[in-house]
């Protein structure tokens, strides 16, 4: 089983930064360079929704709304992945949560594809 555990969130102000980190362990047949890591961030009242994703060649995409302000990456020697996160907004306030897909899945920020999931991190950006 394959563990996902989040931290680095916190509460801001509009326009600060937060660095978020996830860090994985366990084992699911795969190693973690093989993985689909993402972000996707729920807030109350709202559907689940992709933030970004990194992939094992290093592609990375974003949600339309990240618009430049959020960065992705990775350390496969620790396995962990990060979000940092700059020019936050009031709309931003949401549970982050990481997550993983084995491959073959290589791109794509729907949820159903993602096999592991983390417990969440809460954003709260105030105006």
């Known amino acids: 089983q394959v563990q996902l555990v989040e931290s680095g969130g916190g509460s801001v102000q509009a326009g600060g930064s937060l660095r978020l980190s996830c860090a994985v362990s366990?084992?699911?047949?795969?190693?973690?360079?093989?993985?689909?890591m993402a972000w996707f961030r729920q807030a109350p009242g709202n559907e689940r929704e992709g933030v970004a994703h990194?992939?094992?060649?290093?592609?990375?995409y974003y949600g339309d709304f990240v618009k430049g302000r959020f960065t992705i990456s990775e350390d496969n020697a620790k396995n962990t992945l990060y979000l940092q996160m700059d020019s936050l907004k009031p709309e931003d306030t949401a549970m982050y949560y990481c997550?993983?897909?084995?491959?073959?899945?290589?791109?794509?920020?729907?949820?159903?594809?993602?096999?592991?999931w983390g417990q969440g991190t809460q954003v709260t950006v105030s105006s």
């Open positions: 366990g084992s699911s047949g795969y190693t973690y360079s093989s993985y689909l």
């Open positions: 997550a993983a897909a084995l491959p073959p899945v290589r791109f794509g920020l729907s949820a159903h594809e993602y096999n592991y």
């Open positions: 990194i992939n094992s060649f290093g592609y990375e």
